[in-house]
């Protein structure tokens, strides 16, 4: 006892303060702390002084005065005499929908090419892994101003690839026919929740009865028939209306029908076949990690291969595949900025107008990082419980 | 068969003779090896026979015409726009004739020559420094400083009777070759440290490392651009300015040190703690621990990791287009304002690619054979 004492009170035997691991520890902190507050104060001050020197405002009054710029795509109504906050709001928008597009796009893609690596299949998996390897070795900035080049340079509204009746191709973007708004679909929109909400519980339902009893029921094209059946029979009791909104050629352009631009669907197509093939490898990695003595016991008690790859791959799997996807997602969503460089008006594009006609960059680009940051945040806590509904179960 | 083995190493065993001949049968013959390899690869079930008609089916369809499209009607050389005009095929004709624009952007036109040494001179020292028969960190860091200086005064000029060229006028792949390295150089001590401190246990350090790691991991790339382009001006005292280039490079090295740092941070927590104990026990100091015994054996254990990253951050580079730095995608995106000239783009653009795509798959599969050897003689 008397020893370990000694022992603890060694590094101060030595006479100096200088000696003590924590009085050190503390030192060094205070030194950084001092550090941290001495930068920021002094970039403070210049950032004060720069800009009382170049008479621009501070603050974020300039978000309520009029923006003066129109927006090419919008999903709420905005012109450019709405204010600049507002702007904003749309590029916030216009980010969200192209990064909940790609974020889904690309797991379907990724999940397609990776399976399609680990096939059978030497067509398919060498197929899948010259994807792979071209797509992720190229810039991301290079595949969007690519597919902006490309769709830019398509034919004219009169020359449209028109492939079947009622869509068209062009370099005004994909013009296509959607069907006409009818009061009977806001039932069929409640009918779908009500079949998702339903094949939900069932699925859970049959997994709860099949863990207890051990009785296997098909869950799989129920739930499909649930989810699609619901709507479908709404739908045709209330005597199955359906007018079809086609676009036209008018004068000089379409008329009718849903656009999406040629800046949309460039960056969406340029992050989703980049951020694919990464999640295209994590999947491959995932399958791969799983130990064969797994399927060969799954096979050998007899299991169909649908249900041992439902069963027993993929939920092992899941666990090796979910993390890195998450920085996948985080990272195609993080892309979707690259909007930037080819004229769609998300947040990145909005807030650089903004910045230039304002001049106040610091709270520009305040805006974009502190937006980013929430989305970043958002998607991590999203994936961090789906994660942890996956993570392996001690019992 | 097992038992005859056992017994085969015995002086005196009765088949010491039996096993080696048994062993050394040859395999069964596969007489029709081409057809059994179909059968395996391409036919082995119901569901695999139709994959396998659908792609060909899908090859037979786009092959023939992206042959005749790429090789059978391209023009391969010619000075006229109008001959490709032509021509039904690919124009790479385009990239014969814009390569100098293209690989050198606004560089003056008669001192290319000096960064087609400068190239030559970088390329060779990132080769050797692959090679771990010259990882030697003293010969390495010499020949880092030698070519470093040489590149410097190849793209500077200004001594020995070479033009000088402002930074302002560099382009192109050096361009490039200058972003990259120096974001990797500047990053990777920021990254260090970042990673140390991470790690440490004073909580003050571990709150600062954490909070700026991961809100610059938050953010997109191009906001970090912005930062250093248009707000970091403002930062600086009135009268005091920093070369764009020096800005650019600084904030893609610090967006490279955070990802950087939590890759090296997965190393130094693969380390057993034994080690840390051991060096502790032996009264080494943090630093002389951390130097001496922790960060070998992290580096090593995250190298393929990191290549990864230092791939990454070769992208990257072709994010300078939003401020008009003239890289090589910018210089080509610059080409292509041509009018005679714009409509072959895909070629233009085919071609950037395929100079990315050579860096990067070369440094992604040496990256594989690294991780193979490290994972080959590990020792614990």
Redesign the interface.
Known sequence: MAQAETFQDGPRRGGSLLYSTAFR?VA??IL??AG?ILVGYF?YS??N???E?QSIATGFRFLTESAGFDIGESLIPYDSNDSYGKALVVGILNTLLVSVFGVVLATILGGFMGIARV??????AK?ASMYV??M???????HV??WA??FR?LPGPKESIHPFEGLYFNNRGLIFAVPKANPAYVWVGVAFLVGLVAAFLFVRWADRRRERTGKFMPTFWPALAIMIGLPLVTWLVQGAPLVWDKPTFGAFNFSGGAVLTPEFIALLVGIVVYTGAFIAEIVRAGIQSVPRGQIEAARSLGLRSGFVMRYVTLPQALRVIVPPTTSQY?SLA??S??G??IGYPEL?NVA?TT?NQTGQ??EA?GI??TV??LM??TISIIMNLYNRKTIIRER | MADTLTRAGEPGGPSTRAAPTRASAPPPEEKIAVLRWLR???F?SPF?TL??IL??AGLVKVVPGLFAWGIQNAVWYTKDHEVCRAASGACWAVIGEKHRPMLFGLYPYAEHWRLVVALVLYLGAFSITLMRRFWNPVFLIALWVVVGTAVGILLWGGVFGLTFVPSSQWGGLPLTMVLFTGTVVLGMPVAVLLALGRRS?????KT?CVTFIE?L???????IL??AV??F??????GMEINTLLRIIVGMAIFFACYQAEVIRGGLQAIPRGQYEAAESLGLTYWQMTRRIVLPQALRICLPAMVNHI?AA??????V??IGLFDI?TAT?NV?EDPLWR?F??EA?LF??LV??VF??AL?KYSQRLEQWLSAGRQY
């Open positions: 520890g060094y902190q950084l702390a941290v970039l210049n950032v002084q720069n800009l020197r096939s059978r299949n030497w067509l398919a197929l390897e071209v992720r070795n190229i810039p991301v900035v290079l101003i690519f080049a490309v340079n985080l993080k892309n900025s690259l930037v460089f990145v650089n910045l960059a610091v680009v974009m990082m980013y940051l970043s945040l | 395996d690869n391409l082995s695999n994959v396998t792609i060909v246990h004073l909580p003050l350090v600062v809100t991991r938050g953010v997109p790339l191009i906001t912005f930062v248009n707000v001006p403002l930062f600086l005292p009135s791939i070769i992208k990257n580079t072709s994010f287009l939003i995608l995106t292509l409509r783009f895909v653009y950037v690619a990315y795509f990067c798959y992604s």
